[in-house]
């Protein structure tokens, strides 16, 4: 550029000495006007800035420092996963108790620990032996016999010094004997009334164990070789637990009642393992004037638990769809009792409670231990109003309240790992449940 045209330019911008005091100010309000004109449309930019970058960054940062794994994790996660554990091994171990129960006989399973026959004759007093001592438990009588009250009736009429001459010898409950004057009926029927009334007042509940299937079978037991007696030994032993179940579920439904007047359960009918079990029930009329019979039909060998391995073995088709597995082994039996209307639910719930039993060990010789056991499932239920004016309910005084009767079919369940070390060959053989 040419000097002195450059000087003369500067010469004309001399004027602003004169005006150098309102420069800067000047130049401070262009820049607040600047400012003020650019800043709406940096801002909008740098707001979508800050938040796509910033605050969603920090927004994952937050995200991230929640969901973090804390260092500790892994030892709640282990604790955790061991209480599942223990858990599942606590429930496996009370369901392997369950099949840990007492034997009748500790020298029959898995195989006979002597050759003899007499083991068996044993066994078999050793189930009636236990039956009857369950009877006593829950204080269990039975109506008396025709006999017993013609004996009474005798008796009385001995010290009495009433002559039985031409009385006829027929006895028959409330109906009076032919040949004799209607005064001395009366005085007859209530000898009888009194003699039953006292029975009711000295029992807590009716049973006989005739009604109880297999009490009979054992009673005429005869051995017809090792691996058919061994084979009814197991299924019988099967039987006698769930009796066993039946009889503590009566003690407790009827805690506190010393008579069958004021029990709940008045009577049990009976605990059968065939499907015609409710055909049974025990009445006067099915029996001998003098004892308890029972048919050899179904009602002996044949009413025998026994497992079920698919719907035809069963009693009904299982609500519960369980049959035997290398799991579970399952029996189905009936039960019928004469119990008070209201107390239904409660001997139902009962029934199907948890239960104690002790254990010996397989051995019969090891330190006694206290088990839980908790196997029975009620699969049909029937309920039906009782007349007690009827023949076979004659010799019975239940008291002044309403009565059912109730039938159940029933599930029964065991453990077969818990037991399967004393199952025989002969059952394991004849059957494709475990083992």
């Known amino acids: 550029m040419d000097m002195p045209k450059f000087k003369v330019s500067l010469e004309g911008l001399s004027f602003l000495k004169s005006y150098s005091s309102l420069l800067w100010p000047v130049i401070i309000v262009l820049s607040a006007v600047i400012f003020l004109v650019l800043s709406p449309l940096m801002g909008g930019k740098l707001e979508k800035r800050i938040s796509k970058e910033s605050i969603s960054a920090g927004k994952e940062v937050k995200y991230r420092n929640e969901e973090a794994v804390s260092a500790r994790q892994s030892d709640e996660e282990k604790k955790y996963q061991d209480a599942y554990e223990n858990d599942a091994n606590q429930i496996a171990a009370l369901a392997r108790q369950s099949s840990l129960r007492e034997l009748l006989s500790y020298k029959i399973f898995p195989e006979p620990k002597e050759t003899s026959s007499l083991i068996f004759d044993e066994y078999r007093e050793h189930f009636l032996g236990g039956i009857d001592e369950l009877l006593v438990n829950v204080n269990a009588k039975d109506c008396p016999t025709d006999a017993e009250l013609e004996r009474a009736v005798s008796s009385l009429s001995a010290m009495s010094g009433q002559t039985r001459r031409g009385r006829s010898r027929s006895f028959s409950l409330f109906g009076g004997r032919r040949g004799s004057s209607s005064q001395l009926n009366e005085v007859d029927d209530m000898i009888v009334l009194e003699l039953c009334r006292a029975r009711a007042e000295s029992a807590s509940v009716y049973v006989n164990p005739s009604d109880l299937s297999g ?79 029972v048919g050899t039909g179904v009602r002996g060998a044949a009413d025998r638990p026994s497992y079920v391995l698919s719907n035809g073995d069963g009693l009904t088709e299982p609500c519960t769809g369980r049959f035997c597995s290398d799991e579970i082994d399952v029996v189905h039996f009936n039960l019928s009792v004469l119990i008070r209307t209201k107390e239904v639910p409660l001997f139902m719930q009962q029934l199907c409670s948890s239960k104690e039993h002790k254990f010996k060990g397989f051995s019969g010789d090891e330190p006694e231990q206290t088990f839980a056991h908790n196997q029975i499932t009620i699969l049909e239920c029937d309920i039906s109003p009782v007349d007690q004016s009827k023949d076979e309910h004659k010799p019975y005084v239940y008291g002044e309240d309403a009565l059912v009767k109730l039938d159940l079919t029933c599930e029964y369940i065991f453990d077969s790992k818990g037991y399967d070390e004393i199952k025989p060959e002969v059952i394991k053989g004849t059957s494709t449940i475990s083992g």
Do not use: H, P
């Open 215 to 293: 009490y009979e079978f054992w009673k005429a037991f005869e051995y017809t070789g090792m691996d058919k007696a061994v084979e009814e030994c197991w299924y019988w032993q099967l039987g006698y637990w769930i009796i066993e179940d039946v009889i503590d579920t009566i003690v407790a439904t009827n805690s506190g009642s010393e008579s069958v007047l004021t029990s709940a359960v008045k009577r049990l009918l009976n605990v059968s393992f065939v499907k015609s079990a409710r055909s049974f029930t025990s009445s006067r009329s099915s029996r001998s004037r003098n004892r308890r019979t």
